[in-house]
């Protein structure tokens, strides 16, 4: 009998998500206890925790709700609630995550109430008040939208903001103006 890989997938993230303690089960109601600390994940793998996890593997999706933490190898990403959305094969086809996202990488934060990530383009679309604090310059639109092999951006539905920190017109130095490239598509 042939398993499918998207159960080792799915049962994989299981395991991963359950790995501490869950706030229902631990013994005492110790806060420290409750917010496990920082994990480091494997080179190209997720840890994800959550409060809550449902499972639906003839659908292919996941949705962790409650305190939701996401570390990957150069990122850490939390939420109130995230769904994860699989192929036949097993592969993350897209993400959901809503409410209070926050999403730290080196040299860079995003903050949305909603972000969603399309593998086929591999982009992030942040709605809900994104703003991008891009090592000292601040970026904010009704959408951003990320192409993360193009290393691009572009701001849609409204009127954009950057502000950039002092030094950093014509004269500044190509280092210390590092934010993506950015397009309004709005014309």
């Known amino acids: 009998m042939k398993i499918p890989a998207c159960f080792f ?10 790995a501490g303690p869950l706030r229902a089960q631990a013994a005492d109601d110790n806060p420290a206890e409750a917010t496990p600390g920082p994990e480091t994940p494997a080179p190209g793998s997720t840890i994800i925790t959550s409060d809550e996890l449902r499972m639906d593997q003839v659908a292919h999706v996941a949705v962790f709700t409650g305190n939701v933490v996401a570390t990957g190898t150069n990122f850490v990403m939390k939420c109130e609630e995230m769904t994860v959305n699989f192929d036949k094969a097993g592969k993350v086809d897209t993400i959901l995550a809503k409410g209070n996202v926050v999403v730290t990488q080196p040299g860079r934060v995003t ?29 904010s639109a009704p959408v ?14 409204g009127r954009s903001t950057v502000t950039l ?16 490239p950015v397009k309004n598509s709005d014309k």
């Open 144 to 157: 951003i939208t990320i192409y993360r092999t193009k290393q691009s951006l572009y701001t849609s539905q």
């Open 9 to 18: 997938l799915l049962a994989a993230v299981a395991v991963i998500a359950s």
């Open 111 to 139: 903050h949305s109430g909603q972000a969603e990530y399309y593998r086929d383009d591999d982009k992030f679309v942040l709605t809900d008040q994104p703003t991008i604090v891009d090592n000292k310059n601040t970026i």
């Open 165 to 180: 920190p002092p030094g950093a017109g014509a004269s500044a130095s190509p280092a210390d103006n590092s934010a993506l």
